[in-house]
């Protein structure tokens, strides 16, 4: 199993659950984070409007999946969050050794 | 060493601190999260009213434990967090690599 | 590719983040958490009054390196975060499999 970290700019949470959804994913975490990227001190767009980056909000939305749903978690995540500006985000790949589901105590992925 | 992130209902905070001490387990930090279930549009329980789920808000619990704590602690947990009513939430045990006490430079297991 | 997690006092971040520039880091993720230690009950030092800690807020600073940058990331993470005082944070390491910068599709190393 994998646990899949993206970060990416707020209003496009909508978009990649649904895109998440779409790849078969079940259950999603999401926290509000203060993002400092490459361009610190230029500037980015938020909002509509340009700001000169010191840090900016930025949701970290996690999600673990079995392995093979793994590259088409990725594809859709890309294709959902991606704007082509500078500041769309990025994705980090761990993994995971054990999940339980609390309620019924199952394991691993039939706790996915 | 193994980090277990505890997706958890808010109110099961107090008990799964305990449970945790019981286990012998030291230190937990605690993040406010929003957490999308496998139930999308059904109804869940939040503090005795029934709720269209959108998102939920959770509480993560991160604890870094020895191995040879890591069982007694997955028991504590699923023991203090569980309601039977859907919703009661995952854990996720990922490794951890090294462990590192700020203030004194002690490592991995002297460092829990 | 290693994820580096550092919980720190909150008036710190400024100081770690410059040395994290300084070790060679580009991005960063940092979040409100809030942090039970080993000392629970007992007094600690918040903003210059003592407080007997239940929990304290604290930040989790998240950062992912290149393998050969992180001894040299560590270093500068203790330099910044140390006080002396208990409290000082902890810092854990994980491993990372795969990382993909969202814009450009660039992958592991390339989107770092
Ligand atoms: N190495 C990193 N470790 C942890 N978090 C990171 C890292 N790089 C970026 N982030 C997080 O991702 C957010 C978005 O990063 P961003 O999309 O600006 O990446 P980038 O590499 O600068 O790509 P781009 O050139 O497209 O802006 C940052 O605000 C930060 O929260
Ligand atoms: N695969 C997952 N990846 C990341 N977070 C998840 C995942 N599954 C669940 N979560 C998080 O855990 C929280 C609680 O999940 P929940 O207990 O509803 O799981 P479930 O599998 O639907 O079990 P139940 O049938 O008991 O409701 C969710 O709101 C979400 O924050
Ligand atoms: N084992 C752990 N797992 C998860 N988070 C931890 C763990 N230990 C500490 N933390 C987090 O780190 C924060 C700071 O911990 P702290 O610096 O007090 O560690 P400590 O081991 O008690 O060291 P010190 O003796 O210097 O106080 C805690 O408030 C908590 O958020
Ligand atoms: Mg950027
Ligand atoms: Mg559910
Ligand atoms: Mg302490």
Do not use: C, W
Not at 7 to 13: E, H, N, T, V, W
Not at 18 to 47: N, W
Not at 62 to 82: F, G, N, S, T, Y
């Amino acid at each position: 199993m994998k646990m899949i970290t993206s970060i990416i700019r707020p209003y496009k949470l909508d978009e990649v659950r649904d895109a998440l959804a779409h790849a078969g994913v079940s259950g999603i975490t999401v926290a509000e984070v203060r993002g400092f990227g490459r361009q610190k001190g230029h500037t980015e767009l938020y909002r509509g409007a340009e700001y000169v980056v010191d840090f900016l909000p930025k949701l970290k939305v996690e999600v673990v999946v079995p392995d093979e749903l793994l590259d088409a978690a990725l594809e859709e995540i890309q294709r959902a969050a991606r704007t082509g500006n500078v500041g769309d985000g990025k994705v980090f790949v761990t993994g995971v050794e054990q999940v339980l589901r609390i309620r019924t105590g199952e394991l691993d992925a039939d706790a996915l």
